[in-house]
């Protein structure tokens, strides 16, 4: 050996070349931004329009019942008949001014609501449709009486009948649930 010291291999050049550019990496990740923005703003906007609208609009209501046979006119007794033929505005003969009365407009009912709360937690439906986990806080519903039934395994269901009046809140908060024995 030498007494003379080998200089050092050289790591680094004097001509530094950058690395190659990722923009096909960032034009990915700034379609994946966008995409989030876009999803987010079409999810506020849907749940603005939720909120915006009128309690009678998305009151839950159940299904409707088969239609009631039609109705005699109080005020006459008679049943209305549809006239067919020409006008003639100087006959005035009683049978054929029989004109069928308009149909009374019909007011909307105001939604009723209903708060419900159970120890333990259960699953909700009511009147046969799933509503979600207790608690629930004003569910929108017809006025009237509805079937309430909590269920969760491991416990018994139970079953309630509530009536709840136009515009009026029914809390039920003191449900209990009794747990299945083995």
């Keep these: 050996m030498s007494g003379e010291r080998q200089p050092l291999p050289r790591v680094l050049d004097d001509e530094w070349e950058p690395p190659q550019s990722n923009r096909g990496h960032r034009a990915v990740v700034a379609a994946f931004i966008g995409l989030a923005l876009i999803v987010s703003c079409v999810g506020l906007v849907r749940s603005f329009e939720r909120v915006s609208r009128s309690d009678a609009e998305h009151a839950w209501a159940p299904p409707p019942r088969a239609a009631a046979p039609p109705v005699m006119s109080a005020d006459t007794g008679v049943p209305a008949r549809r006239l067919t033929g020409t006008l003639n505005h100087f006959d005035v003969s009683e049978e054929d001014e029989m004109l069928e009365s308009p149909p009374a407009p ?6 009723g609501y209903l708060s419900i709360n159970s120890s333990p937690w259960a699953e909700l439906s009511v ?56």
């Excluded at 004003?138 to 269920?151: A, C, N, Q």
């Design 127 to 182: 009147d046969g449709h799933a509503v979600g986990s207790t608690p629930q806080i004003r569910i929108r519903v017809t006025p009237g009486r509805h079937h309430l039934i909590l269920m969760r395994s491991g416990f018994q269901p139970h079953s309630a009948w509530v009536t709840v009046p136009a515009g009026g809140t029914v809390r039920l908060t003191d449900i209990t649930l009794a747990a299945l024995t083995r």
């Design 106 to 111: 019909r007011r909307p009912r105001l939604a």
